[in-house]
T-cell receptor, first 113, second 112 residues
């Protein structure tokens, strides 16, 4: 079945450590996205990529980095510069045309202590 | 003003009730619209796209009002399983940023 896989589901890290969240899709979608969600809040866009080897900052890119070396993969690194990294991170993809909706992975819940 | 606004709720309704949510958007160039459902601690899942002429899927009806810049979601005969947060999503294409913008969500609690 086609879909988006995020791993791990839960991740615990000590403050000051970088951590990379994995996102893989086999839907053949060009566009991929990372969102962050805090308790009781909506989704905020961190980074997005419309094509391999290209990506753009979203609304809250500070303290994060991404790469898009392959169409299927869009990993997100949460660096030690991110002041409040504890959150629910959601990866999504879509066909980059018209009215196509977003398809989400099942998320990674990151806790930094 | 936020680009996409929703009443956060919660809407507490009895089973069988009809409930309606609105979502307003600020950019008149917005071109596509969606409703997503999100259960607690899970990822959002597409409920329905919203078409200009309005569309229906079983107990759910979505409508778009471009003149007043809002979309709506109507749920008829609500079930306990409809309890979730409903997210309004808008695609704004002329900002140079081709990404979808989410509202903060409206929480629905259907009670027995």
């Amino acid at each position: 079945d086609g879909g988006i896989t995020q791993s791990p589901k839960y991740l615990f890290r000590k403050e000051g450590q970088n951590v990379t969240l994995s996102c893989e899709q086999n839907l053949n979608h060009d566009a991929m996205y990372w969102y962050r969600q805090d308790p009781g809040q909506g989704l905020r866009l961190i980074y997005y990529s419309q094509i391999v080897n290209d990506f753009q900052k979203g609304d809250i890119a500070e303290g994060y980095s991404v790469s898009r070396e392959k169409k299927e993969s869009f990993p997100l690194t949460v660096t030690s510069a991110q002041k409040n990294p504890t959150a629910f991170y959601l990866c999504a993809s879509r066909e980059d045309i018209g009215n196509s909706p977003l398809h989400f992975g099942n998320g990674t819940r990151l806790t930094v202590t | 003003r936020k680009e996409v606004e929703q009443d956060p709720g919660p809407f507490n309704v009895p089973e069988g009730a009809t409930v309606a949510f609105n979502c307003t958007y600020s950019n008149s160039a917005s071109q596509s619209f969606f409703w997503y459902r999100q259960d607690c601690r899970k990822e959002p899942k597409l409920l329905m796209s919203v078409y200009s002429s309005g569309n229906e899927d079983g107990r759910f009806t979505a409508q778009l009002n471009r003149a007043s810049q809002y979309i709506s979601l109507l749920i008829r005969d609500s079930k306990l399983s409809d309890s979730a947060t409903y997210l309004c999503v808008v695609n704004i294409k002329n900002t140079g940023r081709r990404a979808l913008t989410f509202g903060s969500g409206t929480r629905l609690q259907v009670q027995p």
